[in-house]
């Protein structure tokens, strides 16, 4: 066949690596990691929200979940990418600064989108662990003077956070590989580069092939080590 006799992945992998391992690697690595901090820290805010005794705070944050629970991902991207910057210069002519004017890095929008997205899976992650610890320790730490603010943050959520790490991790991984969405607001991560590479080439198999293993090389060791640390983490709890 001639698509066979044109495969080339020598040339692929010499001129495609470099790129992939490149720029769009530190923009995965960058939003990857700043989007898992902060969809912790957004997590955590809103599962305390959901355990809150207060009823109007406690709505806003179970219509805001379902709003980002009911929304795709790729949407939401879109959403703060494209409509956010306008509907902040909205804001601002009604506010008489007619000639504001804000646009939004392909990184910030991912990484925003990503923590927003994550971490409100996440929030029910940790509202479950605070709810699983055992209510007999907060009694007790009560019972020895502690406040019931910290009994929260220093007995209950330490051991909340520990038992959700493996899930965590899970999300971690699943993160890296929806950064490949970020190609859809023009940001040069790995499916981008690769597209655009492929674009110049047409060495279409060599490239999303190449592409395929790249993902497979960074996320399945990832996987291994949270099965590692979820393994020890049992382990412990014996």
């Known amino acids: 066949m001639e698509v066979l006799e044109n495969l080339n992945f020598q040339k692929a992998i010499a001129e495609l690596l470099p790129k992939l391992f490149g720029d769009a690697f530190r ?43 009911g929304t795709p991902l790729l949407v939401q991207l ?13 804001g601002a002519y009604f ?9 939004m890095s392909t990184v910030v929008a991912g990484t925003a989108g990503l923590a927003i997205n994550y971490g409100t899976y996440i929030s029910e992650v940790i509202r479950s662990a605070i709810i699983s610890i055992d ?8 019972a020895l003077g502690f406040s019931p603010r910290a009994a929260m943050f220093g007995i209950v959520i330490p051991q909340a956070f520990r038992n959700s790490i ?20 023009t940001a040069q991560e790995f499916l ?46 014996r």
């Open 27 to 69: 923009i995965v690595l960058t939003v990857t990691i700043l989007g898992f901090i902060l969809a912790i820290v957004f997590g955590f805010i809103l599962a305390l929200g959901r355990l809150s005794k207060n009823r109007a705070l406690n709505g806003v944050v179970v219509v805001f979940q379902e709003i980002i629970r």
């Open 78 to 90: 879109v959403y703060i990418y494209y409509v956010i910057p306008l509907l902040i210069e909205l």
């Open 95 to 103: 506010l008489g600064i007619p000639d504001f004017s804000i646009t």
């Open 135 to 142: 209510k007999g320790q907060t009694e007790a730490a009560l």
């Open 166 to 185: 493996p899930v965590f991790g899970n999300y971690l991984v699943m993160m890296v590989k929806d950064t490949s969405l970020l190609a859809y607001i």
């Open 192 to 237: 981008m580069t690769t597209k655009a590479y492929t674009a110049q080439t047409f060495l279409t198999i060599e490239s999303y092939t190449i592409l395929a293993c790249v993902y497979l090389v960074i996320c399945i060791p990832m996987s291994f080590v949270v099965k590692f640390v979820e393994s020890k983490l049992s382990r412990a709890r």
